[in-house]
């Protein structure tokens, strides 16, 4: 057990409708990332956000969006969503903003039909 | 931009015997953090190993070692007394120094045999 956690562990939810999955860090732990994980494309991380700042963005949709709040938990809002965005998504944790290892949630899988 | 390759998609090692993943990269940074991640069925991510570029010596822990070949940009994982719960797929990554998104390999799943 890593100590983040993430809610929903799964979602199945049809095409055009918008989704929250949530994630709680590890105690103590400022950053926060959200990834990605499809059959066809690998592990793509997606954004990162540090105590409450997006730090860094990666391939990241334009109909996604993220953010973090005060208590430090993040959410990671899809919306319009399309069939190739089933897929597990992951959170991961770090104290610092870079240079850090990073400790990853059990994910959330989202099967969009 | 950063690329890391892993050439073997499926590996299979009998039960205490050693296995070798693989995993090259490519960058034009100097400074950076390589891991290792498994992912057992699960699927959650778990860390394995870590190596920094500006040190020389291969990290170890426990029944996993690393072979960092910086200038070769190669970055190999060694499990040794393989068990079966090591049954996993495993996924090499990069981090630069300066940065802080992870670059990960597509994977290799292994398979520890009875």
């Known amino acids: 057990d890593s100590g983040v956690t993430q809610t929903p562990k799964h979602l199945i939810t049809a095409t055009g409708q918008r989704v929250t999955l949530r994630c709680s860090p590890r105690s103590g732990d400022l950053s926060v990332y959200w990834y990605q994980q499809s059959l066809d494309q690998g592990l793509q991380f997606l954004i990162q956000y540090y105590n409450g700042e997006e730090r860094a963005k990666g391939n990241i949709l334009e109909r996604f969006s993220a953010q973090q709040f005060p208590d430090l938990h993040s959410e990671l809002n899809l919306s319009s969503l399309e069939l190739g965005d089933s897929a597990l998504y992951f959170c991961?944790?770090?104290?610092?903003?870079?240079?850090?290892?990073?400790?990853f949630g059990p994910g959330t899988r989202l099967l969009v039909l | 931009a950063q690329t890391v390759t892993q050439s073997q998609p499926e590996m299979s090692v009998q039960e205490a015997e050693t296995v070798t993943l693989s995993c090259t990269y490519d960058t034009s940074e100097n400074n950076y953090y390589l891991f290792w991640y498994k992912q057992p069925p699960s699927r959650q991510m778990i860390l394995v190993i870590r190596q920094e570029a500006y040190k020389q010596q291969n990290a170890t822990e426990n029944r996993f070692s690393v072979n960092f070949q910086k200038a070769a940009k190669s970055f190999s994982l060694k499990i040794s007394d393989s068990q079966l719960g090591d049954t996993a797929m495993y996924f090499c990554a990069f981090m630069k120094l300066a940065g802080n998104q992870f670059y990960f390999g597509t994977g290799t799943s292994l398979t520890v045999i009875p």
């Open positions: 991961a944790s770090s104290v610092e903003y870079r240079v850090e290892t990073q400790y």
